[in-house]
């Protein structure tokens, strides 16, 4: 089984590239939890996430809708929770309808939801490196389907750099 998958992006298309073949791993009602400090590449990712969900044309950032839904070939929601001050208000805004809507969610700046964050996911933590184009993208799947899934993707993962 797939634990922890540590992989080093070198650039924002590595970046898009890791998404979209995670996103090839994901199914209705799966979600991504984004975490990493401003501009670390959560949007990038989240972009080659959703293109390989069907999603095309340009996908910007929500920060200011906070929702983007797409119908794709696997229906999906970016969210990205940045301008909101925490669980309460995204509750408030009736995040959870989203959350448990069946589509496949993308969200950025998920650690603001904690424990509200659907059990099928999969937790991944961007962090910035030295050079600055590299990133340290961590790969966590938090329940036994998702890490059943991306058991088959593994490989795909390590031969771009994982460890």
Do not use: C
């Not at 996430?49 to 929601?77: C, F, H």
């Amino acid at each position: 089984m797939v634990h922890l998958i540590k992989l080093l992006s070198r650039s924002a298309q590595d970046t898009i590239e890791i998404g979209e073949k995670l996103g090839a791993g994901l199914a209705p009602g799966d979600a991504v939890a984004l975490t990493g400090v401003l501009g670390s590449g959560k949007s990038v990712l989240a972009r080659g996430i959703l293109k390989a969900l069907g999603v095309t044309g340009d996908i910007p950032s929500p920060s200011y809708i906070i929702v983007a839904s797409y119908e794709a070939r696997l229906p999906a929601n970016h969210i990205d929770l940045y301008r909101l001050e925490g669980r309460d208000e995204a509750v408030g805004i009736g995040i959870e309808d989203y959350l448990y809507s069946g589509s496949v969610n993308v969200i950025e700046w998920a650690e603001k939801i904690g424990d509200l964050l659907p059990p099928s996911r999969v937790d991944i933590a961007i962090d910035v490196r030295v050079k600055p184009d590299e990133r340290l993208i961590t790969i966590r799947p938090a329940d036994d389907h998702i890490k059943a899934r991306l058991t088959g993707l593994a490989g795909q993962f390590i031969s771009m750099g994982g460890q």
